[in-house]
Each structure stands twice: as C-alpha cells, then as structure tokens.
C-alpha cells in the first residue's frame, strides 16, 4: 500500500529525484528506493534520479529523460538529425548539448551523451509538442535543435567534418527541405567562430543550400 500511495504522487511527474521522494512525506526512508528498483517498481535513472517501468518503450518519454536528467540541456547532434529524418541512420544514443561538463549515463531507456558548450552557443532549440499517443507527462514539451542548429552544433563538435568528402558522408537527405542555407549561416554569424563558419559554408556548398 505504501508503495502504491506513493507511485499515486509520483507517477505524474514522469521522473522525480531523491529530494523529491524525501518532500513527499517526513521521514521518508530513502532504503524504500533502492528496495522498490530492486523488485522492479521503480527504474533508476542516474544518481538521485528515477522512473517507472511504464513509461518504457515510449521514445517521447525517453527524449524528455534527456532533458531532464541533466540540466540545462537540449537534444541535437545525430539524435536530432534523426529525429527529423535528415540522416538515415537509426540512432541508439540520445545526445544532447549542455553547458556542464560533458557527460555519459546508461539506463533502461538508452544512452545519453551530453556534449559540453560554452553558455553563449546554449540557443537554437525549441518546445515540441509528444507525439499523441504519448505517455509524456504534461507539461512536458520536448527540448530540440532547430534542423540548423543540429548541423551547426554536429560541426562545431566535431571539427574533423573538414573535407567534401567528410560532409558527404553525413548523407543529409534534403527533401524535407527543412534546411536552409540563411538558417546555417544566421547561426554562424551568431557564433562568430572562423572554423567552424568554414565548415558551415563547406556544408552548404557540398549540399548546394
């Protein structure tokens, strides 16, 4: 019973940390945690961080973990890219862009990479919506890359994208035309880093932008 009062509490909230388990009511265990993942009530997402086993399989839910589970963040890089079916690969890995220092955790959901940045290159990503059917708690809007702030952050953070043939490997497919050369160039202006606006301008000449 005492577990199901508290999962009435929790479940809402999509994921909750120690302190919250702790705010729920005085004298709170913190044995109970440990205890409940191991008999498979509760997932263990990090340290100081936990789910439902429910909420498995549900990739929204998994992509709102990302950016809840470490702090600021935003999904881009290959998972955005994925996400908006500009790259053909399936993406196994969530990775995302934070100004913390760069980190990897693994859990039931997946993994999730987060790749550090300065503070004033922490822009170009928006809310979106899950998709229906989701078990996403509400509010519970999406943190994404612009499709031009994916490529742009995918550049910046791997400078080896230097050559045609490099950039050709990405196999950008561009009929969603959701990409657009003044977007990339806007977000280079912006960051005013002399690399990586010539990978940007190497990128929109190799896919003629």
């Known amino acids: 019973m005492y577990f199901q009062e508290f999962r009435r509490e929790m479940y809402p909230l999509g994921c909750f940390t120690t302190n919250q ?3 729920w009511r005085d004298g709170f265990d913190k044995n109970n945690l440990s205890r409940w993942v191991s008999q498979g009530h509760l997932i263990r997402l990090r340290n100081g961080y936990y789910t439902f086993p429910e909420y498995l399989g549900d990739r929204d839910f998994a992509f709102y973990l990302a950016n809840r589970i470490y702090r600021p963040s935003y999904i881009s890089l290959h998972t955005a890219l994925a996400f908006y079916s500009l790259i053909p690969e399936s993406i196994v890995h969530i990775t995302s862009i934070t100004t913390l220092k760069t980190a ?3 859990n039931s959901f997946g993994t999730y990479t987060y790749n550090s940045v300065k503070p004033e290159l922490m822009f170009g990503y928006e809310p979106r919506l899950p998709a229906p059917g989701s078990r996403l708690p509400v509010p519970g809007s999406l943190l994404l890359a612009t499709p031009a702030k994916a490529i742009a952050d995918l550049l910046y953070i ?3 994208y230097d050559t045609q043939a490099e950039m050709e490997e990405l196999r950008i497919d561009l009929s969603s035309r959701l990409l657009k050369a003044r977007d990339l160039e806007a977000i280079s202006y912006r960051i005013a880093n002399p690399a ?4 940007i301008r190497l990128f929109i000449k190799t896919y003629a932008l």
Not at 196 to 199: A, V
């Open 158 to 160: 791997n400078p080896f």
């Open 21 to 23: 388990a702790y705010a």
């Open 104 to 106: 990897t955790f693994t």
């Open 196 to 199: 990586l606006d010539k990978r």
